[in-house]
């Protein structure tokens, strides 16, 4: 049967509502119907459609949220070996919140902020300490990390459920079209978390750690000292000069504040400090390769800011010279267990750090080099 | 069970609804490819067509659906990657391979070494993932 002859057969089959076998008829009032509905409830439709979709996330979001719970309530359980049942405590603690400062008047906001982080930092280490006795510092501060992630879980399905129910009640295609279309990268984070809680309830090495792990490498077999806030620093001679290098102290899931050790270390040495180097794990663009290493200038440190803006600050002050090697990575490889490639990078950076003094900085002179990220799992 | 456990099986199990649109979808379908066969003997062969594409399509598309959501339960659970601790012996070199434990941090001083009984040491603990093959754009 060539063309010619099936669409005159369909066109006598479907156009033709009088007449005409039942089949027919059927068919061709299946399209009239068709036609009616896409005109006057296409919209609608299309409203359904996307909420259906956002529906099967969120489902999807519950069953992680749940998971994440049930694992920190495990966690807690048998590490900490509570006298009382945890749950009720580890409900409340999920729903916790930090109100950024006032920016009205934006001078003086970045110490307001550190000021909040800390109260929000002791207050958490505090209710893991009620919820887990018997846990050693350690294992304190994985369940505190386990805890955020079941928490930044929770509030992801949180937000979802609200645009999603809000665009039920209101029937707005704008309000859910703006959910359906960051659903995937909503998504794509919420499975990222999922990942990290296991690694963080476990105590492995997560890929934010690279940083940390090249400054575990340099300074491991070197005599430490503690610097502040939770970091350790130890003097390691690199290609000829002295490397102050720096970590937050590990295995247990910390970050530290790096700003307030680099600043340590520069007032130590009376700002007599020839270049900084920071190493930190990068979010990469598509298309780029996991455990890429590549070099830049400026402080390679992310979070809220606070300790980024102290660095920038006393660097200025002393005006030293700042240069940053990043490993790239994406978001799922950044909170989930380490991968090879990432754990790799790590020799690969230190090639670079080598490099970048002997181009950089003279014999004799002093250098910080501080590894920046979650050193959960990275001793030292 | 837990609420959270209730919970949890409440959102992978699949709704009734699908399941049985799915099944109505499936008779419709195996009834027009039956209708096909029939208008094929009595020789009208264009209704035994378009029949037999209504009831390919309607086969094709229920076993999509069901697939799918088998494949979403499949999805909803977290998979946990096998995690790999490298042990060495920084004296006589000797390495050893073995799963994650509990408590394992990279430069922990463990059991001593099989050949120099010297303490060994973890020196990585990281995921092996196997790409699912690059993609063949030329970017």
């Known amino acids: 049967m060539n063309i010619a002859a099936v669409l005159a057969l369909l066109q006598s089959q479907f156009f033709q509502f009088p007449g005409g076998d039942i089949f027919s008829q059927i068919l061709t009032f299946a399209i009239y119907i068709f036609i009616f509905l896409s005109l006057f409830y296409g919209q609608r439709i299309q409203l359904h459609i996307m909420l259906r979709e956002v529906e099967g996330s969120l489902y999807k979001l519950k069953y992680i949220r749940d998971e994440g719970r049930r694992i920190a309530i495990e966690a807690i359980k048998e590490v900490g070996k509570p006298q009382t049942d945890p749950t009720p405590r580890v409900d409340r603690f999920l729903e916790y919140f930090t109100i950024s400062p006032q920016s009205l008047d934006p001078a003086g906001v970045v110490w307001k902020l550190e000021h909040i982080l800390d109260v929000r930092d002791t207050r958490f280490k505090d209710e893991v300490r009620l919820l887990a006795p018997s846990a050693d510092e350690t294992q304190a501060n994985n369940l505190e990390n386990t805890l955020e992630a079941a928490m930044a879980l929770n509030y992801i399905y949180k937000v979802i459920r609200h645009y999603f129910l809000l665009g039920k009640k209101t029937l707005s295609l704008y309000v859910i079209m703006q959910i359906q279309m960051i659903l995937p990268l909503v998504m794509r984070e919420a499975e990222a978390y999922a990942s990290a809680l296991k690694a963080f309830a476990y105590g492995q090495p ?5 940083g940390a792990l090249v400054a575990a490498k340099l300074m491991h077999g070197y005599p430490l000292r503690k610097v502040p806030k939770d970091c ?19 295995p247990g899931g910390n970050v530290g504040k790096p700003g307030d050790a680099i600043k340590t270390i520069i007032e130590e040495n009376e700002g007599k400090i020839s270049n900084i180097i920071m190493i930190d794990a990068a979010l990469k663009l598509e298309g780029e390769d996991v455990g890429e290493v590549a070099e830049g200038v400026g402080a390679a440190i992310g979070g809220p800011g606070v300790d980024q803006f102290k660095i920038e600050e006393t660097i200025l002050k002393y005006r030293i010279p700042i240069n940053a090697v990043i490993i790239k990575e994406d978001i799922g490889d950044a909170v989930s267990p380490m991968r090879k490639e990432v754990f790799e990078a790590a020799d690969k950076a230190i090639e670079r750090i080598k490099q970048l003094i002997l181009e950089r900085t003279k014999e004799g002179d002093k250098i910080i080099i501080c590894g920046v990220g979650n050193t959960i799992g990275i001793g030292q | 069970m837990s609420k959270a456990s209730s919970e949890a099986s409440a959102s992978t199990k699949v ?35 378009i029949l037999l594409i209504i009831g390919f399509l309607g086969v094709v598309a229920s076993s999509y659906v069901l697939l799918q959501t088998r494949q979403r339960m499949i999805r909803l659970r977290i998979e946990a990657p096998p995690i790999t601790t490298t042990i060495e012996c920084k004296k006589c070199g000797f390495k050893a391979v073995r799963e994650f434990q509990r408590g394992d941090y990279i430069f922990k001083e463990v059991e001593p070494c099989q050949k120099c009984n010297e303490k060994m040491l973890i020196t990585a603990i990281y995921r092996e993932v196997r790409e699912k093959g690059k993609p063949s754009f030329p970017f």
């Open chain 1, 206 to 210: 997560i890929g934010d750690g690279v």
């Open chain 1, 232 to 250: 350790v620093v130890a003097t390691v001679p690199i290609e000829g000069r002295t490397a102050y290098v720096i970590k937050a102290e590990g």
């Open chain 2, 15 to 49: 709704s009734s609804f699908v399941l049985l649109a799915i099944f109505i979808t499936l008779v419709v379908a195996i009834m027009a490819l039956i209708l096909a066969v029939q208008a094929y003997s009595m020789e009208s062969y264009e209704v035994a067509t």
